[in-house]
């Protein structure tokens, strides 16, 4: 193998040498992108000039020489993918696409004004960019999820390329997508490493110690390539070492200088972040004597191979109407599972990723379908989210991301970026809450609603029943956006009939009477235990309306209104989630301008321990007993 990498390289050096015309107009237009970069940074008075220096030439010759795509279809199928995971050198990443003629160079003086897209950092907003970065650490797990999909569900040529500043190299998330990669072989993935060596406010932990970055790189089973990242050869000939590499994924570590090119900044500390100010003209003038063809034409930009199937993400639905038996019980974790195989069926866009619990979320159903379709990621949260963000990019897939609900937390921050990123992800989380008994507090999700509700135009499900679960399944495979599925450890009864129909934002339902004196709200494991009460209660001769909301968010504010003042205005909620953030509060809102309403909130008010479900429901105070309390309590007031 050690002899077939030499005769590669060899051969890369003698087939891909480019001409000295080539290595001319590349080497110009690296700095005619530090000129503009340069600019654009002073007009905004912010940005990050030098952190786009130390890239030039690296974007020139993946722009001019290597990356195959259509300027006038920026998002088509068939186009090579670029992710800038260090994203706050966005303006040169603008003056890529200018240059390549999809806009004007002159809307890049816009950068960072409040009614320009071209913005401090990427996002969506623009037609070339896939997801939002900035948030360090994040792109390389998206670049990974792009590349699995091109090559496992796509079989297309495109290829991927994901550059990384080496300060953002030092994060988690980062080391969990380069297993990935490795662990997958994706020979189709190009990680690039730009090692200017300063951080923001020192220089980075290896400086420029490039025999550690590849002895990393390749223990995680990466084809390493250290280069000269000023070079335009060195740089050509590792790109297309890294095109012609099978079975294992290639990383470009290219040694760089911060603010090259710019007299007095060069490799100097305390000038991250900061526009050039009075040095401008000065720098630019430098600059623009260093270009030697400043009259010639760009070199023409490579054609897409148009090799991707074309995919149909929309009309999904499961294969089968859900055939449960009303008053048995089953998990709703359990539920999920036969959704997504229904679901899996009936579309071949939909695919599964787990993170090594697919036996506990019951996302190992998937292969009873196909296992083709199913992306084990490990115990590695963040990089599942950031995979699936990346196969759901450009609609290729259908995405369901599926792990215990605590374990969630973890990846939130990818989740915030992916908001900003308009994706298109189903996340499912299990073993919610204290319910999962004896596993104790470390894999209790009890936080879990506040932190999707806090997400702008997520969509929450927290299904009660099996025959909901189903329904909240297929609704989440057509609502675009990021959506949650709380799913429970416990089996519990089926409510609904499975001919029931079920709506994003509508609540239902359970119980109700013409003379009830309380509205319970109430959701999963609860509603069991809700049920229960309004039994003992309606012995007691105290009739209560039971409301299972179905979605947290948006929440049925109309229903709740409407049966709360059915009720007298005395209102219930109970829910197995910490009290801030959660069901409780979402109740609150849709009250809050409602006058002569009181409301009983009833969650997990401490810290809870080990011990028997029933036991903790008790102990906490969610159980039936304490809701036939709440009840008497609030009928008296």
């Known amino acids: 193998l050690i002899h077939f990498y030499k005769r590669l390289r060899m051969s890369g050096e003698s087939l891909h040498k480019p001409t000295m015309d080539e290595v001319t107009k590349l080497r110009d237009m690296a700095n005619k992108l530090r000129i503009h970069s340069v600019k654009m940074t002073t007009a905004s008075k912010s940005g990050h000039p030098t952190s786009c220096s130390s890239m030039a030439e690296i974007m020139s010759v993946l722009f001019f020489k290597v990356m195959k795509y ?221 270009i030697q063809q400043p009259d010639a034409p760009n070199l023409a930009i490579q054609s897409p191979v148009e090799d991707t199937p074309a995919v149909d993400i929309g009309g999904v639905t499961l294969s089968s109407p859900p055939a449960y038996t009303k008053g048995e019980s089953l998990a709703t974790r359990q539920a999920y599972g036969n959704a997504l195989a229904k679901i899996a069926t009936s579309s071949k866009a939909v695919v599964a990723l787990d993170g090594d619990m697919k036996n506990s979320t019951f996302s190992q159903t998937m292969f009873k379908v196909d296992a083709g379709r199913f992306i084990e990621c490990f115990i590695c949260e963040q990089n599942m989210i950031g995979v699936g963000i990346g196969v759901s990019c450009r609609d290729r897939t259908v995405a369901f991301a599926s792990t215990f609900s605590a374990f969630l937390t973890r990846a939130f921050d990818n989740l915030r970026m992916g908001v900003i990123s308009q994706t298109n992800i189903n996340v499912v989380g299990s073993h919610a809450g204290i319910s999962i008994g004896e596993d104790g507090p470390s894999q209790m999700a009890l936080e879990d609603l506040a932190m999707f509700q806090s997400l702008p135009g997520c969509t929450v499900f927290y299904p009660s029943d099996a025959v909901a679960t189903e329904r909240a399944t297929e609704l989440a495979a057509n609502t675009r956006g990021i959506c949650f599925i709380r799913v429970g450890r416990p089996a519990v009864p089926i409510v609904y009939d499975n001919e029931e129909t079920f709506a994003i934002g509508k609540a239902k339902i359970v119980r109700k009477s013409d003379d009830d004196k309380v509205l319970v709200v109430a959701a999963g494991i609860t509603l069991v235990e809700a049920l229960k009460a309004a039994d003992q209660l309606k012995e007691q001769g105290v009739n209560v309306r039971v409301l299972d909301p179905f979605t947290i968010k948006p929440f049925d504010f109309q229903a709740v209104q409407e049966n709360a003042a059915a009720c007298g205005g005395r209102v219930v909620t109970v829910e197995d989630h910490y009290p801030e953030g959660g069901m409780g509060d979402a109740v609150l809102s849709a009250l809050a301008t409602v006058r002569n309403t009181v409301v009983k909130k009833l969650a997990v008010n401490s810290l809870p321990r080990s011990g028997p479900p029933a036991a903790l429901l008790e102990m906490f105070g969610i159980s039936a007993t304490h809701i036939v309390r709440a009840c008497n309590d609030i009928v008296k007031l």
């Open 70 to 290: 259509k300027v006038s279809e920026p998002k088509a199928a068939y186009n090579d993918r670029f992710i800038l995971s260090k994203g706050h050198a966005a303006p040169i990443l603008y003056a890529a696409w200018a240059e390549a003629g999809l806009f004007p160079a002159s809307e890049l003086m816009n950068l960072r004004k409040i009614d320009s897209d071209l913005e401090g950092h990427p996002t969506p907003r623009l037609n070339f960019i896939d997801v939002a970065t900035g948030s360090l650490g994040q792109g390389l797990s998206v670049a990974a999820g792009m590349a699995y999909c091109g090559k496992f569900f796509d079989k297309a040529s495109y290829r991927t390329y994901c550059l990384m500043g080496d300060g953002e190299s030092m994060e988690g998330n980062i080391w969990e997508a380069l297993n990935f990669a490795g662990f997958y072989k994706l020979d189709n993935l190009c990680a690039i490493v730009d090692v200017n060596r300063l951080g923001q406010s020192e220089p980075a932990p290896l400086q420029h110690d490039m025999d550690t970055y590849k002895k990393r790189l390749q223990s995680f089973g990466f084809n390493a390539i250290v280069v000269d990242g000023h070079d335009i050869e060195e740089l050509c000939k590792a790109f297309h070492e890294a095109e012609n590499t099978k079975g294992m994924p290639t990383c470009i570590i290219a040694r760089t200088f911060k603010g090259k090119n710019f007299p007095d900044i060069e490799n100097l500390l305390n000038w991250h972040g900061k526009a050039l100010g009075d040095k401008t003209d000065a720098i630019v003038q430098h600059l623009q004597g260093l």
